[in-house]
């Protein structure tokens, strides 16, 4: 009778770890649907422009989510363990700058056999949620981009920051999101006036 009570008890004791644990689901995120007003980023008439796939940091080409905390040691980037994009962020850019780009002419992707007036080539440098503290946290966007063709060469640095509403991975999410359609915005108004200056320098060549 002993023997029974003292199986039972250590069976008790330790059925927390006979059960599956409830862990907490995965969730996967990425920028969401585009909206009809962020699809028309730019009128690109007749000019074609090929947007190459965005480059990152070798730790930074995966799903991973990855966050800083500023308040203890923003050198230290960590990632959700149950929180990833469906694809690296750099793939998710690329996909945002393509579909902003195509305004009113056309977009093509690498490898289409066809002359192209403009290329984009940019690498990514930073694509962090920061905690400034325990409850606030921002999305912070940093992106090197190269434009050339059609008698244009032109290289700038683009830095876009979104405060997160929440104070977690879904709060990054929204907040990233964010910066990824501001930095597409501002892609697509430079590439627009780079092309205007170029017309313009060219036509006062021709001028005797």
Sequence with gaps: MRRLLLMAVLFASSGCSLLPSRQ?????????????????????????IVVHEIKAPPFMDNSSMYYRLAYRNAANPMSYAQSEWVMSPAALLTQRLRARLAGGGEVRRVGVHAPALYALRSELVEFDQIFDDPSRSRGVLRLRATLEGDGVWMQRSFAVEKAAPTADAAGGVSALTQCSDELASLISEWVV???????EAASARREP
């Design 193 to 199: 006036a780079s092309r205007l200056r170029s017309r």
């Design 24 to 48: 907490p689901a995965k969730a996967d995120f990425d920028f969401g649907p585009l909206t009809a007003q962020g699809a028309y980023a730019a009128n690109f008439s007749e000019a074609d």
